[in-house]
């Protein structure tokens, strides 16, 4: 729990969900736009902000123009701790203009302090990362072998406590992938794990899928 909380003299004690909508058809929109709906953007601002959650960074799996990264980082401001956000996106370069993505995501993500913005993927920075997160959005390649591995990465980085995201597991057609490991997951009960279990939290916001941890957990293996 983060020791020395305290609100940005600047930002309004509470963040509302028709001030993400204004802020999202606005600048957002115009300039480095979410992905995310404004009801997804809310729900993990709170998640982030929260300052009864563990210790630890904030990680993003899939940048992308840096709107999501901003609102991870002003909650992650407004918890008062110093804190990381790690965003991180491959800018393939199959994708069109992979350079000017990466150049407005770095526009964006300069607006905010404790952004650490890297151009790889999550297998590889666990590989050299020694850092533990309190939260993580998978939000990158949709494909089902991409996010089973993005999710076993995750499973490793974020303290038990924490909080990890999945983004289009539901009612997003071009990502059946997300969607596949998902209901994998809930059919299974949860991930076990040593000392519990990472458990779907119960809750539908738009597209996402939202694992909590659980010191007591019955569920079987995921992919067994």
């Known amino acids: 729990m983060c020791p020395n909380r305290w609100r940005c003299a600047n930002l309004s004690d509470f963040i509302t969900l028709d001030e993400v909508c204004q802020r999202m058809r606005g600048r957002f929109f ?133 909080t990890i995201a999945l983004h289009d597991v539901r009612n997003e057609p071009s990502c059946a992938g997300a969607a596949q490991v998902w209901e994998e997951i809930v059919a299974c009960g949860g991930i076990p794990a040593e000392g519990g279990g990472w458990v779907p939290d119960g809750s539908e916001i738009g597209r996402l899928g939202i694992l909590k941890w659980l010191d007591a957990f019955g569920g079987k293996a995921h992919g067994a």
Do not use: K, Q
């Open 30 to 162: 115009d300039g480095a736009p979410s992905l995310l709906d404004a009801e997804e953007i809310l729900h993990l601002y709170e998640i982030v902000e929260d300052g009864n959650a563990p210790d630890g960074d904030v990680l993003e799996v899939g940048a992308h123009l840096g709107g999501t990264t901003h609102f991870l980082a002003e909650a992650n401001v407004r918890r008062g701790c110093e804190e990381r956000v790690w965003a991180i996106d491959p800018y393939p370069a199959e994708f069109p203009n992979p350079v000017g993505r990466m150049a407005m995501c770095f526009s964006e993500c300069s607006r905010m302090p404790n952004i650490s913005l890297l151009c790889t993927t999550l297998p590889f920075l666990a590989t050299v990362a020694r850092r533990a997160f309190r939260f993580c959005l998978i939000d990158g390649d949709h494909t089902y072998d991409a996010v089973r591995a993005d999710l076993a990465c995750a499973l490793a980085m974020v303290v038990h406590g924490g």
